[in-house]
C-alpha cells in the first residue's frame, strides 16, 4: 500500500477512523490542543512510516481523509499543545496517543516509564516534563473493515425480547463459567464461544435465566501494582478501549487478530439470541487506567485532559476522584457524553447486545453541584434511538460524597439493590435484621422505588454477586481471607454479612455442612421469588466456593473459574424448579406495586394485594412487625379481584421448626426449601402446619377451590 505525501481535509463525523470513498477519514476530538498529527506505522506497529497533520479543528475536532487507502491500517495520534497542568493541560507530543474510537487495537502493553506524561522521579513530578518517545511500546488502533451489514443480517434482527416482569439476571464472567468445563473442547474454554457453546446453553436454559449480565469485556490493560506481582485484573474494571472488545476472552486462534476478536464475540450474541437469552454488559464509564495526576499518558490524558476528565475546581493540577481508581470522567462535557453514547450504539447496533449494566453509575450524572437524575447525560441517553429499547441497569454509588444513590435513577433504569443482599443474609443468618425489613425488601423495596412512575422491577434483587462473598462462602466464613491477593486482607470489605455456623471455611461436620446448605436453599428462594428483578451469581447455583476471598478481582485462576467437577447436582434441580415456579405463578413476577386488601376477608379491587400474618394466624399488627423477638411470619397474596389468596409464602428463620396456623385452605404445597416436606402435599385450613427450620414455604391454591 502506497501512502499518500499529504492528508485531505476530512469530515469531521463520525469520530475515528472509518474506510470509506476509496480511502480513510480520520476524526480526532479536542478542545485544547493546538495540533493532531496522525502517524502511521508498518503492520506490526514498531516502525512509523509517515506523519500527517490533521486539518482543523471543527467545532474541536481535527479530521483528515487519506486517499487510496483501507482498512488494516496502523496508526497513533499526538497531541501538541501547553503544558500547563495548573490549567488541566498535559500536552507532551513525544507520547503517542491511542485513539479513543479505536475498534481494533494492536500491540501488547507493558508498563514503562516513557508512558508517563512526566519524568519519574523529578523534583516537580507531574508538572515535570518526559520527553521520552513512547511510540515503540504503545498500543495503537487499527482501523477497522466498514461494518456495512444488512439488514437481514442485523446483530439485532433475531434478538429476544424479554418482558420485563420476566427477566431473571446472571452475573457471570466469560472466562470463570467455562474454563473448567471439561465437557467442551479444551480450545473453547474460557472463551467467547465457550459461553456460547451448545454446553453452556444447555446450563444456562435449565436454570431457567433469560439474561446475562457479563463482567467488564471491553479492552483492559492491568494496573501497575498487579503486574509487579504477576497478576492480571481479573474483572476487568480498568478499560482503555472502549470500542473493542477484549482479546483475553477469544480463543487462542482469534486471539491475536482484533477483527477475528470482534467476529468471535459477534457469533457468541448471536449464539445466545437464537437461544433464546439476552445479552448486558457491565461497562466502565467512570474512570480510565491513566489514574491521577501520577499516571501514565495513554489516550484521553495527552488528547485533552481538561476536557476528558474531572479536576479539582482550585487545583486543576489535579484530579477528581469519585470512582476510586484515581480519575473520573467528565461526563457532563458534551463531547464526552457523545464518546460514551457513539461506544454504547456500537456495542448495540454493530456486535448486538442487548442493555448495559453501568459500573459506579452516579458518575455519570455528576454536574457541578453533584449528583443529578435530570442531568444531560441521562436525558441524551434515554433520548437516544438505538438505545431506546436496550435494558439500562445502574449500580447506584460511586467513591464521591452524596454518591450513595439507590432509587434515584431516571426512567427505565434498573437499579442494584444492595439493601435486598443484607436484609436477606441478616435475616436467615439471625443477625439483627427482623421481619418487617424482610417483608419490605421481598416486596421490592418500595421505600425506595415506588415514585414517579417506577415499578416494582427497577429492583434488581441479588445475595451475592462478583464483589463480595459468594452464596457458599456467606455461609461458611465469618471473616474475609484475601491473603492471595497480596495486599496482607486489607482490601475487600470488612464486615460483610456472613456466618460460619461454627467451623471457619470446609468442614466435614454433617450437621454444619447441613445447615450451611439449608440456608443457602433459603436465600436463593427469597431471591428468585421475590418481587423485582432477581439476579443469579454465577456458581451459586452449583455451590461454587472462593475460599472466603471477597475481593477476587485479580484471581485469575482456580479461585474464580467455576469448578464444574464439584457441582451440587441437587442445587442445581433446586434453583429450576425454583424458576420454574416463578414463570409459572404471576403473582411472583408481578409487575405492579401490591395492596393491601381492605379486611383480611375482602378481596382485592383494581390492583393484586397481599397482607401478613404472624404463625398464629393472626394479620400482622403493629407490635408484631416490631417484636424482636418474633422473626416467623407469612404472606398471602391474591389476584386482583381475587375473593380468596393464590399464593401462600411462609418465612421461618429460626433454627427450629415452627406451628403455623393456616386459614383459608386447603392449600397445595409448592416448594419446601429446605426438602423436609414432600410436593405436592394436601394442606388443610385451620390445621396447624409444621414448618422445618430455616425454610421458606410456598403454598397455592388447590385446582378444587
Not at 449480565?213 to 490493560?221: D, E, G, H, K, T
Not at 441479588?462 to 496482607?488: C, I, R, T
Not at 427469597?526 to 477476587?552: F, K, V
Request: hydrophobic residues 40%; proline residues 6%.
Amino acid at each position: 500500500m502506497q501512502l499518500p505525501l499529504k492528508i485531505e481535509a476530512g469530515r469531521h463525523a463520525p469520530m475515528g477512523s472509518l474506510a470509506r470513498d476509496g480511502g480513510v477519514n480520520f476524526a480526532v476530538f479536542s478542545d485544547n490542543a493546538q495540533r493532531i498529527e496522525l502517524c502511521l506505522f508498518d503492520g506490526a506497529g514498531q516502525r512509523e512510516l509517515r506523519r500527517y497533520i490533521l486539518h482543523g479543528p471543527h467545532d474541536g475536532v481535527f479530521h483528515g481523509f487519506l486517499p487510496g487507502v483501507g482498512s488494516g491500517l496502523v496508526y497513533g495520534l499526538r497531541a501538541h499543545g501547553p503544558d500547563a497542568p495548573e490549567q488541566g493541560h498535559r500536552f507532551n507530543a513525544s507520547k503517542l496517543l491511542l485513539d479513543p474510537y479505536a475498534r481494533e487495537i494492536v500491540g501488547h502493553f507493558g508498563w514503562r516509564a516513557e508512558h508517563h506524561g512526566y519524568e519519574l522521579g523529578h523534583p516537580d513530578g507531574p508538572r515535570s516534563l518526559d520527553a521520552r518517545d513512547n511510540a515503540t511500546q504503545a498500543l495503537k488502533a487499527r482501523v477497522a473493515d466498514p461494518e456495512d451489514l444488512p439488514a437481514e443480517l442485523s446483530p439485532r434482527l433475531n434478538a429476544p425480547h424479554h418482558a420485563a416482569t420476566d427477566i431473571v439476571l446472571y452475573e457471570v464472567h466469560v472466562k470463570g463459567f467455562s474454563m473448567q468445563q471439561t465437557a467442551m473442547p479444551a480450545a473453547l474454554r474460557g472463551t467467547y464461544a465457550g459461553l456460547a457453546h451448545p454446553v453452556s446453553i444447555a446450563h444456562l436454559k435449565a436454570l431457567g435465566v433469560t439474561t446475562l449480565s457479563l463482567l467488564p469485556v471491553q479492552y483492559v490493560i492491568d494496573e501497575p501494582h498487579l503486574t509487579e506481582r504477576g497478576q492480571h485484573n481479573y474483572w476487568g474494571y480498568n478499560t482503555l478501549g472502549f470500542f473493542a472488545p477484549s482479546p483475553r476472552l477469544a480463543t487462542a486462534a482469534n486471539r491475536g487478530d482484533p477483527s477475528a476478536v470482534v467476529q468471535e464475540f459477534r457469533q457468541m450474541v448471536q449464539d445466545l439470541h437464537e437461544a433464546g437469552l439476552e445479552v448486558v454488559l457491565d461497562v466502565v464509564y467512570n474512570h480510565t487506567p491513566e489514574g491521577n495526576e501520577f499516571g501514565p499518558t495513554l489516550s484521553f490524558k495527552g488528547l485533552d485532559n481538561a476536557s476528558y476528565y474531572r479536576l479539582v475546581p482550585d487545583d486543576k493540577s489535579r484530579s477528581e476522584n469519585l470512582s476510586g481508581c484515581g480519575n473520573t470522567l467528565n461526563c457532563v462535557h458534551p463531547r464526552v457524553t457523545q464518546f460514551v453514547l457513539d461506544s454504547l450504539r456500537y456495542w448495540v447496533g454493530e456486535l448486538g447486545v442487548d442493555g448495559f449494566r453501568f459500573d459506579l453509575a452516579p458518575v455519570l450524572g455528576r454536574t457541578d453541584h453533584g449528583y443529578d437524575p435530570k442531568a444531560a447525560f441521562f436525558t441524551a441517553l434515554r433520548q437516544d434511538p438505538i438505545l431506546a429499547a436496550v435494558h439500562l441497569i445502574a449500580e447506584p454509588w460511586d467513591a464521591g460524597y452524596d454518591g450513595y444513590q439507590v432509587g434515584r435513577f431516571p426512567g427505565r433504569f434498573l437499579e442494584w439493590n444492595d439493601k435486598f443482599r443484607d436484609t436477606v443474609r441478616g435475616y436467615w443468618l439471625k443477625s439483627g435484621v427482623g421481619r418487617g425489613e424482610l417483608a419490605r425488601r421481598f416486596m421490592a423495596s418500595s421505600d425506595l422505588f415506588h415514585h414517579g412512575n417506577r415499578q416494582p422491577t427497577a429492583s434488581v434483587n441479588f445475595v451475592s454477586v462478583h464483589d463480595g462473598y459468594v452464596l457458599a462462602d456467606v455461609v461458611s466464613y465469618s471473616h474475609k481471607h484475601n491473603q492471595a491477593n497480596g495486599e496482607d486482607n486489607h482490601d475487600g470489605r470488612d464486615g460483610e454479612r456472613s456466618a460460619n455456623f461454627g467451623v471457619e471455611g470446609l468442614t466435614t461436620d454433617a450437621a454444619i455442612l447441613a445447615t450451611r446448605l439449608r440456608v443457602r436453599r433459603a436465600m436463593l428462594a427469597t431471591l428468585l421469588l421475590s418481587q423485582g428483578t432477581p439476579m443469579l451469581c454465577a456458581g451459586d447455583e452449583i455451590g461454587n466456593t472462593q475460599g472466603g476471598n471477597n475481593n477476587a478481582y485479580c484471581q485469575d485462576n482456580a479461585t474464580t473459574w467455576l469448578n464444574w467437577s464439584t457441582a451440587e447436582q441437587d442445587t442445581l434441580k433446586f434453583v429450576g424448579e425454583l424458576l420454574a415456579l416463578r414463570r409459572a405463578e404471576p403473582l411472583l413476577h408481578h409487575g405492579r406495586w401490591f395492596a393491601p386488601p381492605a379486611s383480611i376477608n375482602a378481596g382485592c379491587a383494581g390492583e393484586a394485594c397481599l397482607a401478613w400474618f404472624n404463625p398464629g394466624g393472626h394479620e400482622m399488627q403493629h407490635n408484631d412487625w416490631h417484636d424482636a423477638g418474633s422473626h416467623a411470619f407469612s404472606a398471602q397474596l391474591r389476584e386482583a379481584g381475587a375473593a380468596r389468596p393464590g399464593l401462600l409464602l411462609i418465612f421461618n428463620p429460626e433454627p427450629q421448626s415452627l406451628p403455623f396456623t393456616i386459614s383459608h385452605g386447603p392449600w397445595e404445597l409448592a416448594l419446601d426449601s429446605s426438602g423436609e416436606l414432600s410436593s405436592p402435599r394436601l394442606v388443610p385450613a385451620a390445621t396447624p402446619l409444621i414448618v422445618p427450620a430455616r425454610a421458606l414455604l410456598v403454598l397455592r391454591r388447590t385446582s378444587s377451590q
